[in-house]
T-cell receptor, first 109, second 118 residues
Framework: GQNIDQPTEMTATEGAIVQINCTYQTSGFNGLFWYQQHAGEAPTFLSYNVLDGLEEKGRFSSFLSRSKGYSYLLLKELQMKDSASYLCAVMDSNYQLIWGAGTKLIIKP | GAVVSQHPSWVICKSGTSVKIECRSLDFQATTMFWYRQFPKQSLMLMATSNEGSKATYEQGVEKDKFLINHASLTLSTLTVTSAHPEDSSFYIC??????????????FGPGTRLLVL
């Protein structure tokens, strides 16, 4: 079956760095996406990885290792507004998005 | 670019009535749109995939006669919750398949519709 695993909840301190991990097992792979979802709002697109390595976009970076079925989202210089759920999703061989359950990130002052 | 709108954002209705939710891609054409439902503190659950000009593909366990989907144009898909009951109260979110750059397709989400059935 297809499976996406990510931690349910993480806590970090304002100004610090946090890494949210995602492991996946899917039928085929056409890229991995990270989305941010604030409470009560729809998800917003953050990043896309299809090749191994690190993609940096401002304070957010996303890493992919296809051989390990592993990705992480790295958030630097955390701000209170970064408190949200972070969803990992993999596009499978049918170009359908398979969603993880999301990681709720709590930022403390 | 890649803006998706939903209407209405909030709806409260009586049990037994039908509710229509619209999803529009504002600045791009979307041959494929998706409808999700999300209960509090739970992940997105894909209900159906809507393809322009053809019948929607429903996920297992989703009643096609209860959740009617119409994708009549490249910019509009509608979800109608027929004979709504309190257990249908949820956050309904649509997304449209669009380009994220570098030729990659991703899903752009509408702001969601909160449905409360009394």
């Amino acid at each position: 079956g297809q499976n996406i695993d990510q931690p349910t909840e993480m806590t970090a301190t304002e100004g610090a760095i946090v890494q949210i991990n995602c492991t996946y097992q899917t039928s085929g792979f056409n890229g991995l996406f990270w989305y941010q979802q604030h409470a009560g709002e729809a998800p917003t697109f953050l990043s896309y990885n299809v090749l191994d390595g690190l993609e940096e976009k401002g304070r957010f970076s996303s890493f992919l290792s296809r051989s390990k079925g592993y990705s992480y989202l790295l958030l630097k210089e955390l701000q209170m507004k970064d408190s949200a759920s972070y969803l990992c999703a993999v596009m499978d061989s049918n170009y359908q998005l398979i969603w993880g359950a999301g990681t709720k990130l709590i930022i403390k002052p | 670019g890649a803006v998706v709108s939903q209407h209405p954002s909030w709806v409260i209705c009586k049990s037994g009535t039908s509710v229509k939710i619209e999803c529009r891609s504002l600045d791009f054409q979307a041959t494929t749109m998706f409808w999700y439902r999300q209960f509090p503190k739970q992940s997105l659950m894909l209900m159906a995939t809507s393809n322009e000009g053809s019948k929607a593909t429903y996920e297992q366990g989703v009643e096609k006669d209860k959740f009617l989907i119409n994708h009549a144009s490249l910019t509009l898909s509608t979800l109608t919750v027929t004979s709504a009951h309190p257990e249908d109260s949820s956050f309904y979110i649509c997304s449209a398949k669009g380009l994220a750059g570098m030729g990659v397709e991703t899903q752009y989400f509408g702001p969601g519709t909160r449905l409360l059935v009394l």
